[in-house]
């Protein structure tokens, strides 16, 4: 990152990190704490978390907290559905949202589902699998009523008589995702983001105690707490480590004010990581998205708004500011619009950088 600021000419790094972006953007500052003009940090990934610096031991998927982040965040999507009824969220004809959900994980755990993609190809929906899908679809509320939609077909197939669970699903039915990952389930899956805590997180050791930890991690979490709990396993058993990996501490001398955002309702970044995460800096501004998902990208036209005035102008807000959504989960979606507002002058040597790789 040093040299790309080198390379682009500025004096000073300017710099937006998602996700997994916020880790790279509290290393840099603790690393060049001078060379810094503006970080935008946008669902943060606390870093004493994920290296495991508090001298916590558990593994990575256990302390990013990312299980009881997904928890917290289906149950408001649960909430939001009963909201806008079954007009607009299909799951709730069938019930509750919460009831029908909770049954549906609970059936599928000894009875999966087969669904006949509209490509014709078959997918047998198990519980864990429903579980992985349910998590990476609360990332953004815009794709809720099409989960919605899923959850409801599952439920129906899943409880009709032995031998009669197959579900056909129209297009558009399925998360995006969902359909790309059927289409490509021929093609080898990439390692890097799985290995990425195997050099910049300290693992726990106890590679064969996983099972106790999933155990206690679905106490705290059901469902999302066991699935999250793996994340790093592959690590316990690799002899790679990265002898110049930074990992703390992480009290930082960054002068400037520096952008801090939180979503309340984050399944990645849990929300409860974004004040500590800010206390880190000696003049932090963090400023809430009171809504949903990962991230505030193209989620409300504040937060545009904060970030360009910031980057373009060093315009920060006052520390604990708010911002609200654009839309609800299952408002009529409009139009997708850009990140950033139509001819905003955004410094060309402003770097992104995003993703949580886990």
Avoid at 88 to 111: E, I, S, W
Avoid at 193 to 220: H, K, M, T, V
């Amino acid at each position: 990152m040093d040299l790309l600021r080198q390379s682009v000419g500025d004096a000073k790094l300017s710099y937006a990190g998602y996700s997994y972006g916020t880790y790279l953007g509290a290393t840099y500052a603790r690393l060049f704490p001078n060379k810094v003009r503006a970080l935008v940090l946008d669902g943060t990934l606390l870093p004493s978390w994920y290296s495991g610096s508090d001298g916590d031991t558990r593994p990575v998927g256990v302390r990013l907290r990312q299980g009881e982040g997904g928890a917290e965040v289906l149950a408001q999507f649960n909430t939001e559905c009963k909201k806008a009824g079954p007009d607009a969220c299909v799951l709730a004809k069938l019930g509750d949202p919460a009831t029908v959900v909770k049954n549906l994980f609970q059936r599928l755990k000894t009875n999966p589902v087969d669904l006949t993609m509209p490509d014709g190809s078959t997918l047998k929906v198990t519980y864990a699998l429903a579980v992985q899908i349910t998590f990476f679809s609360l990332y953004s509320p815009a794709g809720w009523p099409d989960l919605a939609g899923l959850l409801a077909e599952l439920s129906v197939a899943s409880d009709a008589p032995a031998g009669r669970r197959t579900a056909a699903v129209a297009a558009g039915k399925l998360p995006q995702g969902l359909l790309e990952w059927n289409r490509r389930k021929e093609d080898y899956v990439s390692v890097g983001n799985s290995l990425q805590p195997c050099i910049e997180a300290r693992q726990s050791g106890r590679p064969f105690a996983y099972p106790a930890y999933a155990d206690a991690a679905d106490q705290a979490a059901p469902d999302f707490g066991r699935f999250r709990a793996w994340v790093g396993q592959t690590c316990e058993f690799l002899p790679v480590r990265d002898s110049d990996a930074f990992l703390g501490p992480w009290k930082l001398k960054v002068k400037s004010p520096v952008l801090v955002f939180g979503t309340r309702y984050d399944p990645a970044t849990p929300y409860q990581a974004t004040r500590p995460y800010a206390d880190l800096y000696p003049d932090a501004r963090m400023v809430t998205l009171n809504g949903w998902g990962h991230t505030t990208i193209q989620k409300s036209a504040c937060a545009d708004a904060t970030i360009t005035a910031y980057l373009v102008k060093l315009q920060a807000p006052a520390d604990g500011a708010v911002c609200q959504p654009d839309r609800k989960p299952f408002d009529q979606l409009p139009m997708a619009k850009s990140p950033v507002p139509a001819g905003a002058d955004v410094p060309a040597g402003v770097q992104r950088w995003g993703g949580l790789g886990l």
